[in-house]
């Protein structure tokens, strides 16, 4: 979470918004209010060369409004190298709600923020993220097409978590390849932090694989059901990230990776499909590869979901999601040596390519 990055008082010295650490020449930032919903929420669209700006809402009780803004701008950037490197055609955005999603959610809140969405014609597109079910977008459905990750019965292409997962493993098995010389997960040791609707599918795959799965969140009641219903460990110890295991899976909320987890961190292998792994993607990044911990980035491992959604806006079955899904193996195989190749991180190979394709349809739009 940002408050882990960077603290209130940081944030609070610079610009409001365009001075704001994580502002990365966003193209615009909405900020949507509604008295009688009790609707704050902050949409920021990143980058729009390739498409429209795709990106889902986030639903949380933020410490503030700053920590809110910072977290709209660094996902919805972190969307726009999503898209770029799984050759979507699609822009960097994502959109914020600050409040409690099991109190303060109601049908009319959504359908208020899905005005506010259509309101941008098109330019952003919304679809689930923490704090929010494929019923909440059938709500926002009901007030504008700019949406995905619909229910089926609405015609959409469902919970895109499970795909996600899928992509997670996917790029799970090639770092393990990229370490260890095999991707058979057989025996070895993972850790998943957050079992929610990604974390559990994940728990599932690597569970029939025989990998030996240890399972932490907050929420003791889900851990106990997935424990009992995968039989995976629930971690009992002080400190996660000093656990020797051989794949540490972050699935729950970005910058677990900082200052303070890495100079404990045992992993051997760092993959999951919480966004914005790295506090400091350059200093965390470069720590990762001194310390020989084979870093999936995260934008590229977690693209399963936002493939899944793009589905409903190509029109493209289910069989071609899977094929597109399973395709982040080789992707991240590609990445992985080409970081090593090149002695950089494994964050900065992703992300030189995403960009370098961005750049081209720039040239491209511009003749
Ligand atoms: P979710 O809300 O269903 O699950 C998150 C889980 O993490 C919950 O069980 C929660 O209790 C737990 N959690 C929160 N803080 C924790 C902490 N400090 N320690 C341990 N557990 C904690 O969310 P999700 O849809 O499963 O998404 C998980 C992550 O993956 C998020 O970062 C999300 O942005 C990212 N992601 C999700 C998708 C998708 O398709 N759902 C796609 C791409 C990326």
């Known amino acids: 979470m940002i408050s882990e990055l960077i603290n209130t008082n940081q944030l609070q010295k610079a610009d409001p918004v365009f001075g704001q650490l994580s502002f990365d020449n966003h193209e615009q930032v909405v900020f949507c209010n ?25 639903m949380w009780q933020y410490a503030n409004e700053w920590e809110a803004l910072n977290d709209v701008l660094r996902l919805s950037r ?34 208020r923020f899905g005005e506010f969405v259509h309101s941008l014609s098109g ?14 977008m059938d709500l926002v459905r009901e007030v504008t097409p700019y949406v995905t990750g619909i229910s089926e019965e609405k015609g959409g292409a469902g919970n895109p978590s499970p795909i996600t997962a899928y992509g997670v493993f996917m790029g799970m098995k090639a770092a393990a390849k990229f370490k260890f010389g095999t991707d058979v997960l057989e025996g070895k040791k993972v850790i998943v932090q957050g079992i929610g609707h990604v974390g559990e599918t994940l728990v599932e795959h ?6 030996k799965v240890i399972i932490d969140d907050i929420n003791q009641e889900r851990l106990e059901a997935i424990s009992k219903k995968y039989g995976a460990t629930i971690y009992k110890g002080e400190n ?30 760092v993959a999951g499909a919480a966004n914005n792994q790295l506090a400091d993607e350059i200093k965390h990044g470069r720590l990762l ?49 080409n970081a090593d190749v090149n002695n950089i991180t494994t964050h900065q190979a992703a992300l030189n390519i995403a960009q370098s394709r961005i750049e081209a349809r720039k040239k491209e739009n511009q003749q």
């Open 123 to 136: 330019k952003y597109i919304t679809a689930e993220d923490v704090g929010m079910e494929t019923s909440d």
């Open 289 to 337: 590869q001194e310390k020989g911990i084979v870093y999936a980035p995260d934008f590229l491992i977690n693209a399963g979901g936002i493939i899944n959604v793009y589905a409903e806006l190509e029109n493209y079955d289910k069989t071609e999601i899977m094929r597109k899904t399973e395709n982040i193996y080789n992707t991240t195989i590609e990445i992985l040596n």
């Open 240 to 269: 996660i990230y000093a656990e020797e295991v051989d794949i540490y899976a972050p699935c729950a909320l970005g910058a677990t990776i900082n200052d303070a987890t890495i100079q404990t961190l045992k992993a051997k292998v």
């Open 206 to 211: 690597l569970v029939q694989e025989g990998a």
């Open 78 to 111: 972190g969307m726009t190298f999503k898209s770029a490197i799984t050759g979507l055609n699609l822009g960097g955005g994502k959109a914020v709600i600050i409040g409690d999603a099991k109190t303060q959610k109601t049908p009319e809140l959504m359908k």
């Open 34 to 58: 509604d008295k009688d919903t009790g609707l704050k929420a902050i949409i920021g669209i990143h980058n729009t060369v390739l498409g429209p700006a795709l990106g889902g809402t986030r």
